[in-house]
């Protein structure tokens, strides 16, 4: 067996034990476009978080503050990922929620920290979103720790914008 088969198994097999029980992989991206096309819909900042993995500083993002009754829906495809009912304020200066709607984050594990983490994305265009912990407040005991520069917020009594195509 040549290296480079031995690790990519080594790889695989690492991040299908790391995955949290419960957790799911990421459903295939529904929404395909280049990175030129991205580019032109999203900022620099943006991009750099949802299609680079990036992260934003923290306390960075005016959705800290927000308060108001509404949804979340991502910044590229504006797919609703979370109801500001879930959002709570978990002192890390990221925007942060208990549970997301239904179907619409996947996971992924990622290891650029070492440690195993689990990384939530979209589930319609793969937008990188942020990691998701077990230090949450009940009913779920999870915390969804999001890039605000991902999310767009849309208050209620608004019309949620038209996914995008």
């Known amino acids: 067996m040549e290296r480079r088969d031995l690790l990519k198994r080594l790889t695989g097999w690492c991040a299908a034990v790391a995955l949290p029980a419960g957790a799911r992989a990421a459903p295939p ?3 395909k476009k280049t990175e030129a096309e991205w580019k032109k819909l999203v900022s ?3 991009y750099a978080v949802l299609f680079e ?3 934003e500083r923290a306390g960075s993002s ?3 503050a927000e308060k108001r009754p509404g949804t979340y829906v991502c910044a590229a495809c504006q797919l ?3 109801d500001a ?5 978990s002192g890390t200066g990221w925007p942060s929620f208990w549970q997301p709607l239904p179907d619409a984050v996947g996971t992924s594990t990622d290891f650029k920290l070492i ?3 689990t990384e939530y994305h979209c589930a319609r ?3 990188h979103q942020g990691h998701v912990f077990n230090d949450g407040p009940k009913p779920t005991g999870k915390r969804y720790c999001n890039n605000g520069v991902a999310l767009a917020f849309v208050p209620q009594g608004h019309a949620l914008p038209p996914l995008r195509s």
Request: aromatic share 8%.
């Open 62 to 64: 005016p959705l800290n």
């Open 80 to 82: 609703p990922l979370f």
């Open 29 to 31: 991206a529904a929404l």
């Open 125 to 127: 265009c793969g937008g």
């Open 53 to 55: 993995h990036g992260t």
């Open 85 to 89: 009912a879930h959002k709570y304020e």
């Open 115 to 117: 440690v195993p983490r």
């Open 44 to 46: 620099p900042a943006a």
